[in-house]
């Protein structure tokens, strides 16, 4: 027998029984951006993987064990994206956006060679923003007010927002020399992981999972502690902001990030009901990426959202109802049968908005008619020889009480909008 293929591990087929739940959230995530003035952008899924290196940071788990990574045939190193900040940011150096200021948004696949388990795959979605050119905290304010009313339109409560503000690169530079001798001191307590990051990404310590650094970490020196003037002011005022919306937060100095670019605002929304995945959405500010990535110095902030995470907390509510079609249209007989697609398309050209199918594959009117019921569907469309021969079609309601009636063809559409 010959073998079957298999999709790649941690990348997932998503199956129509399922597809609702994606559209749900594509489709209000998509109607809250534009409710408040973002943009769609669509970038490619490969780019040069020197973008990715300058951008995340060489030394990261994205780009040093991460990324799917080849030569091209004409010898350019590249790399699917394992994000989309990178991406944007190329394209608004590249396309003159940065004069004034931008809101985008973006949506699609990336790729990470993370090893899979629940909530974390290789190939995974996001949706994402980035807004250029607005330097102050109400900008930091506004993204988060996005997702809290996206959470509010999905139904999803209970999720916890923790900010922290990671300064500026002069201020880090200090707080990391403190913390790399403070972690020295507790050398013998480290993991190998750790040690590993000890120089090379300090500050990627406090990020560990492992419960046994616990103790350590929480002795740490604290990024807050460290900050400048401006640093500090600019994440007041963020706090102030979200605290005259109401909206309630933890500061957690440990949250870093695992990616470099980041400076001054971080956050992270984050649940209890995924297991250790928890984080659904996470991001920033990162004023000093555009200019390195060769464009005019630009402030910029922005997050993504995991999808699939999302998708996983929509699905453990009560499922949403899935209307069924608003018409399945059943034909018996060589004549019907070739009729039946040109009558289809007729009430589509007047109802473009009615959920109609019309069978295909022929057999008995009793298997069409079965498959009419199975579909869901408010109502069977009959079309046998003699309905065809009078201009009409037999109408049958599926999910209430009633007789079959006659509609004539050329007031099916009226028939329709008076009931759908
Ligand atoms: P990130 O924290 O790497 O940030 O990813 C954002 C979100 O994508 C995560 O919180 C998680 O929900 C989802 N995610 C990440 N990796 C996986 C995975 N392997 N499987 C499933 N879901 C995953 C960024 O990507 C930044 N570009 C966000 C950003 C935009 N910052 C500023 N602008």
New binding site residues.
Partial sequence: MTQTIQAIRGMHDILPERIALWQTLEDRARAVLEGYGYQEIRTPLVEMTDLFERSIGEVTD?VEKEMYSFADRNGDRLSLRP???ASCVRAAVEHGLLATPHRLWYRGP?F?H?RPQQ????Q?H?I???VFGLPGPDIDQEVVLLTRRLWHTLGLGKLRLEINSLGESDERAVYRHELVSYLEGHRERLDEDSLRRLHSNPLRVLDSKNPDLEPVIAEAPRITDYLGEASREHFAGFRAGLDAAGIDYVINPRLV???DY?NRTVF?WITDALGT?G??????R?DTLVARLGGRPTPA??????V??LVALLASAPPPVTPGPDAYLIAVGDGPRTQALSIAETLRDARPDLRLICHCGGGSFKSQFKKADRSGARYALVLGEDEAARGVVGVKPLRAQGEQTEVALDQLSDFFTARC
């Avoid at 909530?119 to 290789?122: E, I, M, T, V």
């Avoid at 984080?279 to 920033?284: I, K």
């Fill in positions: 994205i994000e989309g900040t990336m990470r993370e909530g974390r795959y290789r995974f996001q994402g923003v980035e990030r695992g990616l980041y992270e995945q984080t659904v959405c996470a991001g920033g990162y902030v922005g997050f993504a959202l995991g699939e995470r």
